[in-house]
C-alpha cells in the first residue's frame, strides 16, 4: 500500500486546513485508517483513526470535538477535517493504514505510513 498526504500548511490559531491522504495497491475498503502525529523530540501519537469494515471512529481527547476523520471509499481516500486548530496543533501529520479491518489507535497494529505532511499552526 502506498499512501501519499497533502494539504497541511500554515494557518493562525483558529482556523481550518483538511490534510488527505490518497492510499493505492490494495482494497482500501478493507483497511483501518489513521492519522498520527509527532513534534520533533516527542512521540508520535494517535490522532484520529476509522475502521475498515464499520466506519467506527477514534479520537484523542486533545481533538474530540474539533477535529473529524473519514473516507471515501470511491477515492481511496481519507480527510482529517481540522477546526479550531491551536498552536500545540503544530506538528508533523502522518497518515497510517492497517490490514486489520477494526478500529485501532495502536501505532505498532499499522503496517503502511506516509511520508507525512507538515501543520503549523500561529498564535
Avoid: H
Avoid at 520533533?40 to 483513526?49: D, F, I, N, P, Y
Avoid at 467506527?56 to 474539533?66: F, I, N, P, Q
Amino acid at each position: 500500500v502506498q499512501l501519499v498526504e497533502s494539504g497541511g500548511g500554515l494557518v493562525q490559531a483558529g482556523g481550518s486546513l483538511r490534510p488527505s491522504c490518497a492510499a493505492s495497491g490494495r482494497t482500501f475498503s478493507s483497511l483501518a485508517m489513521g492519522w498520527f502525529r509527532q513534534v520533533l523530540g516527542k512521540e508520535r501519537e494517535a490522532v484520529a483513526a476509522i475502521s475498515g469494515n464499520t466506519g467506527r471512529t477514534y479520537y484523542a481527547d486533545s481533538v474530540r470535538g474539533r477535529f473529524t476523520i473519514s473516507r471515501d471509499k470511491g477515492k481511496d481516500t481519507v480527510y482529517l477535517q481540522m477546526n479550531s486548530l491551536r498552536p500545540e496543533d503544530t506538528a508533523l501529520y502522518y497518515c497510517a493504514a492497517s490490514i486489520r479491518p477494526w478500529l485501532t489507535s495502536r501505532e505498532r497494529e499499522y503496517d503502511y505510513w506516509g511520508q507525512g505532511t507538515q501543520v503549523t499552526v500561529s498564535s
